[in-house]
């Protein structure tokens, strides 16, 4: 079994708001401290808002924040709305399905059960589970969000006849 990239997105941006209650977190600082690209970050975080997981706020002073109790968050739950709309086999799609095997088949509901208990071992952790007492993850994240300016803003500055700034004449 191969988690999709979003999901890994998901967990990663749950786990740094749950290493840092209470406040609003940018974006771009997200993305440093988990090393992923703010393109791919601002595809998850809208879902993770709309599913309730986190506050966004959008705007020049917003951010986002951890909307509940990382106690309280299942790490099965997150999983199965970022994986299940994907069918885990192509005999577990509805409509495309083209497996002639499908009416005989006893691997199916044997990788029915067994993503089921995978669910369920999920359902065991919490977020808070993920991050509480762990001060490699809190290190990681405050080392990685400290890095000097990105360097996509680092170039824009950089262009010929860009201003960094007012003038002095």
Avoid: W
Avoid at 39 to 59: D, K
Avoid at 63 to 77: D, F, K
Avoid at 152 to 161: F, H, K, S
Wanted: charged share 20%; glycine share 6%.
């Amino acid at each position: 079994m191969r988690l999709t990239t979003r999901t890994d997105l998901a967990m990663r941006v749950l786990m740094f708001c749950a290493t840092r209650r209470g406040r609003l977190h940018r974006s771009i600082d997200i993305a440093l401290a988990c090393n992923v690209s703010v393109n791919h970050l601002m595809q998850v975080v809208p879902v993770l808002h709309r599913l309730g997981y986190v506050v966004a706020t959008r705007g020049r002073s917003g951010g986002v924040e951890l909307a509940a109790r990382p106690e309280a968050l299942r790490v099965g739950e997150v999983f199965r709305h970022f994986e299940a709309q994907l069918p885990f086999n192509e005999c577990f799609s509805e409509g495309g399905n083209t497996c002639p095997l499908t009416p005989c088949c006893r691997m199916r509901p044997a990788l029915a059960a067994a993503v089921e208990a995978f669910y369920a071992a999920l359902d065991e952790v919490s977020l808070a589970d993920l991050v509480a007492d762990n001060s490699g993850l809190e290190s990681l994240f405050a080392q990685n969000a400290a890095d000097p300016v990105p360097k996509v803003c680092a170039r824009a500055q950089a262009t010929p006849g860009r201003s960094a700034g007012p003038r002095v004449r």
